[in-house]
């Protein structure tokens, strides 16, 4: 069964940093990009950054250079966004994703004071 499975997220105060991770299961992992998508309250679900393979490129929304960290372990089957300088507009639900149509639970990332 092909499943991703996230967790970290939560509360977090302007400027903190948070941790997502992704789990991947039932699939070769390292054979697949994965990618991060967000989606806020009232907003479409947009592309945060994505991650080739085997690490060799990362893009990201513009929103988020500089402050977003993509990365991956292949060895533990793994995606994770490191999140820093965090605003009050990164407030959503984060999600990862594998083409085609395979997606994490969601995690609800909340920064507010």
């Known amino acids: 069964q092909v499943q991703l499975v996230q967790s970290g997220g939560g509360l977090v105060q302007p400027g903190g940093s948070l941790r997502l991770s992704c789990v991947a299961s039932?699939?070769?992992?390292?054979?697949?990009?994965m990618r991060w998508y967000r989606q806020a309250p009232g907003k479409e679900r947009e592309l945060v950054a994505g991650i080739s393979s085997a690490s060799l490129s990362t893009n990201y929304a513009d929103s988020v250079k500089g402050r977003f960290t993509i990365s991956r372990d292949n060895a533990k089957n793994t995606v994770y966004l490191q999140m820093n300088s965090l605003k009050p507009e990164d407030t959503a639900v984060y999600y990862c994703?594998?083409?085609?149509?395979?997606w994490g639970q969601g995690t609800q990332v909340t920064v507010s004071s």
């Open positions: 039932g699939f070769p992992f390292s054979d697949y990009a």
């Open positions: 994703f594998r083409r085609v149509n395979i």
